[in-house]
């Protein structure tokens, strides 16, 4: 059984930073969307969580960017689920340009759980036996916990917008990746390129929290990030950049 999924999505202006690159929510937005539309035509999408009283919640992304994709691109993505364990699902990404060149490849690691108790279930229950079909994995990467770090810099400007909010009625993934990067200062970001970004999602965010702390450290080419409501760490972010 072939269980990968292929969409072409073309890069529009709205979506791209003062340079003409994708912007990195944009991406994360790119891989989740050809990621839902997936598993429902698996009979594991949305459809499927709501009958069952279920929600599938992404620990990882781990997200390798070849080479950034920029206005007017046409992408090529392809996703698969690449393997599951008892309760863990991984599912796997590769973006290519029109002319197959790989420009992203990306990893996550899923957990379905009852929304009922807000706990993990076992996936043997729920997913067919043919789920994943041995394709080889575009980023072989392990799910591991991130280095702590001491933060040089501390910002706590980030508010929660009504648009940063899903139907989930949380903080949309996408938004952590967004935080991350702008956290660095506009100098930086300026002068630098995205090359990848490793997101650990430990805990959602609600729509009605008042405030986000977003603690940084960056070391040459490579920043680091917690992001924290109160005392809670909610994301633990790292990305790596080059010389723009």
Not at 153 to 175: C, G, M, P, S
Not at 205 to 230: C, M, Q, W, Y
Request: glycine share 4%; charged share 25%; proline share 5%.
């Amino acid at each position: 059984m072939n269980n990968k999924y292929t969409e072409n999505k073309i890069v529009k202006t709205y979506q791209c930073d003062k340079h003409g690159f994708i912007r990195p929510v944009i991406l994360m937005n790119y891989l989740q969307d050809v990621a839902d539309t997936h598993a429902e035509i698996l009979g594991a999408g949305r459809v499927f969580c709501i009958e069952k009283g279920t929600a599938w919640v992404v620990t990882h992304y781990l997200v390798d960017i070849v080479e950034l994709p920029r206005e007017s691109d046409e992408l090529v993505i392809t996703t698969w689920p690449a393997a599951h364990g008892p309760l863990k699902a991984v599912r796997d990404f590769e973006v290519h340009g029109l002319d197959g060149r790989l420009m992203v490849r990306a990893t996550s690691q899923w957990i379905l759980i009852n929304t009922a108790v807000r706990r993990p279930i076992r996936l043997n229950d729920y997913l067919p036996a043919d789920w994943t079909d041995g394709a080889p994995r575009a980023l072989d990467l392990p799910f591991d916990k991130f280095p702590d770090f001491a933060p040089t810099e501390k910002d706590t400007q980030f508010l929660i917008r009504y648009d940063d909010v899903d139907v989930n009625q949380h903080v949309n993934n996408a938004i952590y990746a967004k935080w991350a990067t702008e956290s660095v200062g506009f100098d930086f970001r300026d002068t630098h390129r995205l090359r990848k970004i490793f997101l650990n999602f430990k805990k959602e965010i609600p729509f009605d929290t008042t405030d986000v702390i977003i603690e940084t450290a960056i070391n040459g080419l490579t920043s680091r990030h917690k992001i924290k409501t109160g005392d809670i760490e909610n994301a633990s972010i790292i990305c790596e950049w080059e010389n723009q």
